[in-house]
């Protein structure tokens, strides 16, 4: 291949690279308009955060100087993380007000404690502009976050947040999980920790175990012959089929 070929070869590629990039940046601007998207993208961020801590700060300790955003999308692909290439457009824009693409790497570990501060906003708007959103969840709703014991994958399809009152019980809870995830059973092992300490009570409150607006738990319930999900469920044998392959 000429030099000339391989000039032409270079500039489409560096053109589609710009046209996509475009692309992206309208769809973060469309996302950043909806809040409660926001809300749902910062706690996902948080969750991840908390089980990948120790892999997403050595990638990030590979870029001492600088990490431009499209590099931090790439980290994000190949850590496989819960959210698509917009959203991360949307975390990136936290860090960088002035649109000017690179950070600091040092920089990007601070969305961690922009999303666990309750006080901070949760838009990168202008703070005379909060006060103008809409409210995304009710002072008697309850985020919770729900994740299968089982579950090998972080953006596996058995997990999943769901909003309910605080004061519903676990034994609801579990109801409610089961009839989101379709899964062939009629109740759940609710704990707060995935391999150790008790069941939580099913009769206790969602408010007694959260101090914030969010609840983290994980789920499991004892595989008998007659609820196989090959033989009772084939949605849930399609959903761990595709949480083994992820």
């Not at 909060?130 to 002072?139: C, F, Q, S, T, Y």
């Not at 995830?181 to 109740?187: R, Y």
Request: charged share 25%.
């Amino acid at each position: 291949m000429g030099v000339d070929r391989r000039q032409v070869c270079l500039n489409r590629f560096l053109k589609k690279a710009e046209r996509e990039n475009a692309r992206l940046l309208c769809e973060r601007d469309e996302y950043l308009g909806d809040p409660s998207k926001i809300r749902c993208l910062l706690q996902r961020f948080t969750t991840w955060y908390r089980e990948h801590v120790i892999a997403f700060e050595s990638a990030l300790n590979s870029f001492p100087n600088s990490i431009s955003r499209i590099t931090l999308v790439e980290i994000f692909k190949d850590m496989d993380v819960p959210w698509n290439t917009t959203e991360s457009y949307v975390l990136f824009s936290y860090l960088d007000p002035s649109d000017s693409g690179v950070l600091n790497a040092d920089m990007v570990l601070k969305l961690v404690d922009l999303t666990q501060q309750a006080s901070a906003p949760l838009l990168p708007y202008p703070l005379e502009d909060i006060g103008n959103l809409p409210a995304v969840l009710d002072e008697n709703d309850l985020l919770v976050c729900a994740r299968s014991v089982t579950s090998l994958a972080s953006g596996s399809p058995l997990n999943l947040e769901v909003t309910i009152n605080k004061n519903a019980t676990i034994q609801q809870l579990s109801h409610r999980i089961i009839q989101l995830l379709g899964l062939p059973a009629n109740k759940l092992i609710v704990k707060e920790k995935k391999h150790s300490g008790s069941p939580m009570d099913p009769s206790a409150k969602l408010e007694s175990f959260a101090a914030t607006g969010q609840l983290d738990v994980f789920y499991d319930y004892p595989v008998g012959f007659i609820d196989c999900p090959v033989l009772s469920s084939d949605a849930y044998f399609i959903w761990r089929t595709v949480d083994r392959m992820l």
